[in-house]
């Protein structure tokens, strides 16, 4: 089945926009002329899986609308909104697939609509939640797919739903604080290499013109800054160019390869300011998630596995993959965790303690409870070294541009007086 959108007029004349869901263009356009709408546009909005060659008519281009659409629907805000609401629905006895047609008739944005639309006729021909969702992967995670399974498997979805909502927000709290954070030095850095930019450029040629054509000498820091500044004015574009490509390169092609990555990851994690700060947001992410998915009812041994994907550190990610390992040999989930020197000690005698007396999800809860107050209070101690550090440095920069430019004049000040 094919989900149309569609342009039209309604009875009264007014224009009238939407989605339709049908097998067939001839089929969508006898659904909105029995209500009443006269169709001028239809075009093939999404397809489901199952029904994708089967699509007629015109389609419309899906470059970009991926990416849109996994913005909106795992967003800080989205997500957890609509995951509660269809818990609210489930919880309340109304079947899953009306659920979701009362969650339809809520959403704002077409996009997110077309998924939700493909996600009931998902339903509808006898597949399981998990597994309609499991059909879009941009959208919902591994982790997002195997706690509703869990949740199915158990009885307990409306439980589980709760569970991912307040997941999602939490997790959404901890990247907003680091992101927080960082916007006042990112300002900073922003205002004063434009400061630079425009002293370089502008302010700089100006005075050197003047100075040179008085036939007048420049001490070594003006020459210096003046051959900086047409350097700059005759490679400032290719310079940004270089940048961005140089970037574009970095991250889609060489960061891809496992060895870089894992240098890389492991280098972020040494940083004298933040890699404590980046050590601390990793240790929450996996005792948060790991502690949600276990009491979703996930098998330690598949929980590990997920986490994995999650983390976003290919070291962490090493690290875990060893403990799956060891707890398939028999060992538990402390040791390993200790004798790997990533994860913080006491993370590994949390864990021990919570396999000894049963009470694992517990314990993870405490420990993400806990680190996210030391993530606040680590955040707090690397802003007040950074934000210092850089307006030193800028202050170093400006200084030294002024200085350069002033010399110049105090020489022609004092031939004057002589």
Do not use: C
Not at 9 to 27: H, L, M
Not at 257 to 282: A, E, H, M, N
């Amino acid at each position: 089945m094919a989900i149309y959108e569609y342009k039209g007029f309604d009875p009264t004349g007014g224009n009238r926009t939407g989605i339709v869901d049908a097998d067939t263009a001839r089929e969508a356009r006898a659904k909105l002329r029995g209500q009443g709408v006269m169709v001028t546009d239809l075009v093939v909005s999404g397809v489901s899986a199952e029904g994708q060659e089967d699509a007629k008519g015109p389609k419309r281009s899906s470059f970009g609308r991926i990416f849109k659409v996994d913005r909106r629907v795992r967003g800080a805000q989205t997500l957890p909104i609509y995951t509660r609401q269809l818990a609210t629905l489930v919880r309340s006895g109304i079947p899953l697939a009306q659920s979701l047609t009362a969650l339809i008739e809520q959403v704002e944005h077409k996009d997110v609509e077309v998924i939700f639309r493909d996600l009931r006729e998902q339903i509808t021909r006898g597949k399981s939640l998990a597994d309609a969702l499991a059909m879009h992967p941009k959208l919902f995670d591994d982790l997002y797919v195997n706690m509703v399974r869990a949740g199915e498997a158990s009885g307990n979805l409306d439980d589980v739903l709760v569970r991912l909502a307040e997941f999602r927000v939490k997790q959404q709290r901890i990247a907003s604080r680091v992101k927080t954070a960082l916007i006042y030095p990112m300002i900073m850095l922003t205002v004063g290499a434009g400061v630079v930019i425009f002293l370089v450029n502008v302010v700089v040629p100006k005075l050197v013109t003047i100075a040179k054509s008085r036939g007048q000498s420049l001490p070594w820091m003006t020459r210096l800054l003046d051959n900086a500044s047409v350097f700059l004015q005759h490679n400032l574009v290719w310079l940004l160019l270089t940048g961005f490509f140089g970037w574009i390169i970095w991250r889609y092609v060489i960061l891809v390869r496992p060895p870089v990555r894992l240098w890389w990851d492991s280098t972020k994690l040494r940083l004298p300011v933040l890699g404590s700060l980046f050590k601390k947001v990793i240790v929450s992410r996996f005792a948060v998630t790991m502690a949600t998915l276990l009491r979703s009812g996930v098998t330690v041994l598949d929980s590990l596995a997920i986490v994995r994907t999650v983390l976003d550190n290919k070291l962490m990610e090493n690290v875990l993959e060893e403990v799956r390992t060891r707890i398939l040999e028999g060992a538990d989930i402390a040791t390993p965790l200790k004798k790997s020197g990533v994860f913080p000690p006491v993370v590994g005698y949390m864990v021990a303690v919570g396999e000894q007396t049963g009470q694992l999800e517990e314990m993870l809860e405490r420990v993400a409870e806990a680190y996210e107050d030391e993530i606040e209070a680590s955040t707090t101690r690397a802003l007040a070294v950074i934000e210092p550090a850089m307006i030193v440095i800028l202050a170093f920069v400006v200084g030294f541009i002024v200085i350069a430019v002033m010399l110049p004049i105090l020489q022609t000040s004092t031939s004057i007086r002589k």
